[in-house]
């Protein structure tokens, strides 16, 4: 490969994650399962008893479709490749060759990035999350740089 064919300061593949999501998510969702673990162990005997087997179930329930929403979340992801890009928003995966990719774009108060579409569509990239601040604009900079490039070849 030659010297000069990666955008300054991306080297590919590259991936970007949302942070503050991420974060986010962990911590609170850390500390919603301590608390109800701690609920339940500060129960007596007696109290934990009056639980039917359909009630565990619900809460059970309630506490995998919390975790399915996070992890859908902290899935997403953009990814630079030599040949494509690839957009991973909760469980939906979209690859497109560098050619369909038109712009970037994050215009102030979004809450991820946008890319335009050859075809005059738009399609959302939240695996860069305005929320992120610098560390999106800087994410956003380097997408455009590796676009900028690829448009070229």
Request: charged share 20%; proline share 6%.
């Amino acid at each position: 490969m030659p010297a000069g064919s990666e955008p300054a300061g991306v080297r590919l593949p590259h991936t970007w994650r949302p942070f503050g999501v991420r974060l986010a998510g962990a911590v609170l969702g850390g500390g919603l399962l301590a608390v109800c673990a701690l609920t339940w162990i500060g129960f007596d005997a007696e109290t934990r008893a009056r639980f039917t087997i359909f009630q565990r179930g619900t809460l059970v329930f309630f506490g995998l479709l919390v975790f399915a929403v996070w992890f859908a979340l902290v899935r997403s992801r953009v990814v630079a490749e030599e040949d494509r890009l690839v957009v991973v928003n909760g469980y939906r995966r979209r690859d497109f060759a560098w050619p369909q990719v038109i712009a970037v774009r994050l215009p102030p108060g979004a809450p991820w990035v946008t890319l335009d579409l050859a075809d005059g569509t738009t399609v959302p990239a939240m695996g860069i999350q305005g929320s992120d601040g610098a560390r999106a604009r800087s994410a956003v900079r380097e997408l455009r740089s590796v676009l900028d490039t690829k448009s070229q070849v």
